[in-house]
């Protein structure tokens, strides 16, 4: 199980998380949108080191995020057709892909994909994020796609975790500003 803290101060948001890898416990932290540290250990009792990091963090005023200082955030992308089967793998690793680098900065996780098609008749894939801020998400994204995905006409939008709200455009690599789910 993850467990992720945070900590705002006047400069940036800080991140701390743990969890286990097999017979390791895994603590790591730094800043929202860069690496960060990596301190691996030996597991003796999950409960107990998952308590201890809660409480050390904790007294350096991390805590976990509420879901409504977070964001959503959808990488939009065109596909030829719906997709099939074999699409589903180009899918699956461009997800696994997004969630590892994103989860790594500390900025959030991939929450699902979707697809359908556009207002102008276009099929598109939607992949989902909660990040926990938008605009150093966005912009690590926009680095880091180019290296995984044509795009040549991708879309990003975000939104307040709130349903309510609607998902505002807030990159296109077209001259096309329109944004339909």
């Known amino acids: 199980m993850l467990t992720k803290l945070y900590r705002r101060n006047l400069r940036c948001m800080e991140y701390a998380e743990c969890w286990i890898n097999g017979k390791r416990f895994v603590e790591h932290y730094g800043v929202v ?5 990596t301190k691996e250990t030996g597991l003796t009792d999950p409960k107990k080191q998952t308590k201890d990091f809660v409480s ?9 995020l509420r879901i409504e200082d977070q964001y959503w955030l959808v990488v939009q992308f065109p596909v030829e057709t719906q997709p099939k089967l074999q699409d589903t793998d180009m899918i699956d690793k461009l997800k696994f892909g997004i969630n590892n680098h994103i989860g790594w900065l500390g900025l959030g996780i991939v929450d699902g994909y979707d697809s359908g098609q556009s207002e102008c008749g276009k099929i598109v ?3 989902f994020c909660v990040v926990v801020d938008e605009n ?3 912009d690590c994204l926009k680095k880091f796609l180019p290296k995984i995905v044509d795009c040549s006409n991708i879309k990003m939008a975000t939104r307040k975790s709130n349903p309510r709200c609607d998902y505002e455009l807030k990159y296109t690599s077209t ?3 329109s944004f339909f789910l």
């Open 33 to 37: 949108g860069k690496k960060g540290v």
């Open 56 to 64: 050390r963090y904790a007294a350096q005023g991390y805590a976990p």
């Open 125 to 127: 894939v939607n992949i």
């Open 136 to 138: 150093i998400a966005l």
């Open 175 to 177: 001259n096309d500003h």
